[in-house]
């Protein structure tokens, strides 16, 4: 299996300009969830679906980020407009039904910068 | 809401030697996992190695092992053989086994430097 797959690596926009960022999860897992990763916050989790539906978005910063999962193989996080504030690295990660294994595998995250 | 506390924000091991990584956690619950994530400069998270509350006994993985108090709430993490590819972020998390709760929690991190 490829592992969950993330885009763009990188990405370095202005202030103002609409962020989207991708994910493709690991084929057959239930679970999706997005992460935040910055210095001083560490990592935190801003949303997770479960078979494609919103389950907890309470880590949702405000409206500006919103995310979407319109299928089980592909999902989005979108920022509109960005802020410098938004700068961090951003991992998507799935998992089975955590009776399973319980564990999340990451994709190698997407490190965006806002100028 | 659990949380996870790593007090050690960074840590240095002589290569071959054998070093320590502390975490411990909050929880009311029963049943649950935790976990030891390693963060190499590529950013990758990877999985070294993970506990079932429900086992008595340590998990291990080659030169990882981890040395789970239940009762206390610790879940420390034993390299042996230090190797300079051990260098790394290394993440300790919970996550629950119980119906409606799925989020992995974090804790802040140990930044492990391998001296050689």
Redesign the interface.
Known sequence: DAGVIQSPRHEVTEMGQEVTLRCKPISGHDYLFWYRQTMMRGLELLIYFNNNVPIDDSGMPEDRFSAKMPNASFSTLKIQPSEPRDSAVYFCASSLQQAITGELFFGEGSRLTVL | AQTVTQSQPEMSVQEAETVTLSCTYDTSESDY?L?W?KQPP??????VI?Q?AYKQQNATENRFSVNFQKAAKSFSLKISDSQLGDAAMY?CAY???ETGA???F????TRLTVIP
């Open positions: 996992y976990f994530y590529s950013r990758q998270m990877i999985l993970r079932e993440f996550r629950s086994a799925n989020n992995l974090f804790g802040t991190g």
